[in-house]
């Protein structure tokens, strides 16, 4: 888990520089870094989400777990998956806008979806592990939802056959 999240939390700071250095130079590029760390992130969270399904219960060994609490861990990993790749292109995305000034818009998403993780779980609760882990992933399901939301306002604008239109002074985003 530790070394997905931090994979995750290195590409949303190779966005935010990249945002920020792009920004900074006139031209508004947040839509196609966008897509590349979605695209980065959603692979590498899918291959964390991959790995926890085949290896839960070697891992939970590993780390000394036995019995029925191995099986809890095993458990706890593979219903994670769902929520590891929706965290990673949340978390990803999320350094188009920190570095583009957007983050207090994620931090209130970050911080709703927090409590609505918490009653989720809370009300999830009476079904095990697997509750608590659903109520993880509709949350963030819902946290995407608003910083896709977010994402889809910083695509530029199209004019004729769907090229990008340059507004008068401002350079022309790129399609690369």
Excluded: N
Excluded at 51 to 71: C, D, H, K, Q, S
Excluded at 85 to 100: K, N, P, Q, Y
């Amino acid at each position: 888990m530790y070394v997905a999240t931090m994979s995750f939390y290195s590409i949303r700071q190779a966005a935010s520089i990249r945002t920020a250095h792009l920004l900074g130079t006139g031209r508004d590029e947040r839509w196609a870094i966008g897509r590349q760390a979605l695209l980065l992130a959603g692979a590498l969270g899918l291959t964390a989400a991959l790995t926890l399904l085949a290896a839960g219960p070697w891992i939970m060994r590993a780390f000394g777990g036995e019995g029925a609490v191995a099986e809890a861990g095993a458990v706890y990993l593979w219903c994670l998956g769902p929520y590891l790749v929706m965290l990673a292109c949340f978390i990803a995305l999320g350094g188009v806008f920190e570095g583009s000034g957007g983050s207090p818009a994620l931090a209130r998403i970050t911080t709703c979806g927090v409590g609505l993780q918490l009653a989720l779980a809370y009300g999830l609760s009476g079904s095990g592990l697997p509750g608590v882990c659903l109520a993880m992933a509709a949350s963030m399901a819902l946290q995407c939802a608003a910083v896709a939301r977010m994402y889809r306002r910083t695509r530029p604008p199209t004019g004729v056959g769907g090229r990008p239109v340059q507004s008068a002074g401002l350079p022309m985003y790129s399609t690369e």
